[in-house]
């Protein structure tokens, strides 16, 4: 008994060389494939990064849109194609022409201050002298406005790399937003494109989300992320943009100078759920100053900016739907870190995608190691 035992002993001593070979052989084998589709991976991403944003937006729109896609096919005998180049050209119709006009005119705006500003022709009224009440900023507000108004171009001087470095930031952005108007025609068509294979891009995202988690978790993560894509691209972007390109038009047609600024200022503060009559009381009073259309159109136009700047108490109730479960902060945070990262296109892509990510977060946390297995929406 003992003598076997030695000579098994022996035995394994002679194999642990080979058990080791093997061990690395295997390891070294792994090791090349993990590397190889690294290298694959990194090839496509450098590949499809380029046209990322584009797509995201693409992907989103479809999701938002497709309920509307599917009520166009129904009228249409079902026919999927012809209702998603319906909803494009719609789409470009009633959304991008418009927000490309915004655009321009916040360009032509800034155009015509710098033409102004470097001609020496701007001219600055007088500040109020109730101005200097205002604690702590009214008095130096008031000393560089006096001189903007009495020395502008001493003014200019004074403060000329700072005015040069916020011309080229403002330079920037329109260029960021040129860019962001072309990917947004662009992901109109390919949502087009999506739409019209969404059938067979829910059952592949329902496969994709199954192999990430489980056959149970799934499919509830493809409901969490479709459910967020919409509450909060319809019931908070929808209804900013919506909101915003009304205010923009009125304004545009009232005649009222740097009518981009005031979108775009009505947009950021549509998405923050601030009220929007906020941009829309100055651009009033400025009508008013300006008495180009006389008493009886201003009041026309006046009673147009108020409903524009109150109408996401009528857009809400018809859009948010079941409402949408993110704190607010994460909307605008996703919205304003979009936006200084990929211009106007980001704006709508971070405020979704950071939705997203807090809602699978928060019912990641809800479910817990120990805790109740969740359903629906929030089953993960």
Not at 227 to 245: K, W
Not at 331 to 359: D, E, H, N, Q
Request: include cysteine.
């Amino acid at each position: 008994m003992v003598t076997i035992n030695w000579n098994n002993r022996i035995m394994e001593i002679n194999d642990t060389p080979q058990a080791e070979k093997r061990l690395v052989a295997r390891f070294l084998d792994m090791f090349i494939k993990f590397g190889l589709i690294l290298a694959l991976a990194s090839f496509c991403f450098t590949v499809i990064s380029p046209f990322m944003n584009m797509l995201l937006w693409a992907l989103i729109l479809a999701v938002t849109l497709y309920p509307l896609h599917q009520r166009f096919a129904a009228r249409m005998g079902g026919k999927q194609g012809w209702a998603a180049t319906l909803l494009v050209l719609l789409g470009v119709l009633l959304i991008v022409v418009p927000t490309i006009a915004m655009i321009s005119s916040l360009g032509d705006s800034v155009s015509v201050l710098i033409a102004k500003v470097t001609s020496d022709s701007l001219v600055i009224p007088s500040p109020s002298n109730r101005l200097m009440a205002i604690p702590v900023v009214g008095e130096k507000i008031y000393i560089v406005w006096m001189k903007a108004s009495t020395d502008l171009p001493g003014l200019v001087k004074s403060y000329g790399p700072q005015l040069g470095e916020i011309t080229r930031q403002v330079i920037t952005i329109l260029a960021s937003m040129s860019g962001g108007l072309i990917g947004f025609v662009f992901s109109f068509i390919v949502a087009g494109i999506m739409m019209a294979w969404g059938a067979p891009g829910a059952r592949s995202a329902t496969s994709i989300a199954t192999r990430i988690t489980d056959e149970r978790k799934g499919p509830a993560l493809t409901t969490l992320c479709t459910n967020t894509i919409r509450a909060v691209a319809m019931g908070v972007i929808g209804v900013a943009f919506i909101q915003a390109l009304l205010a923009g038009i009125v304004m545009a047609i009232a005649g009222i100078p740097a009518v981009g600024i005031f979108f775009v200022l009505a947009l950021i503060l549509g998405i923050a759920q601030v009220p929007v009559i906020l941009v829309t009381a100055p651009a009033i009073v400025i009508m008013w100053m300006m008495g180009d259309h006389g008493t009886a159109m201003n009041v026309v136009f006046t009673v147009l900016l108020i409903i524009a700047g109150m109408a996401d108490n009528v857009l809400k109730p018809l859009l948010l739907g079941r409402g949408v479960d993110v704190p607010m902060p994460v909307v605008l945070l996703g919205a304003l870190g979009g936006m200084a990262t990929s211009g106007i296109l980001g704006m709508f892509i971070g405020a979704t995608l950071l939705s997203i990510g807090y809602r699978i977060f928060m019912a990641w946390v809800k479910e817990g190691p120990s805790g109740p297995t969740l359903s629906g929406q929030d089953a993960l």
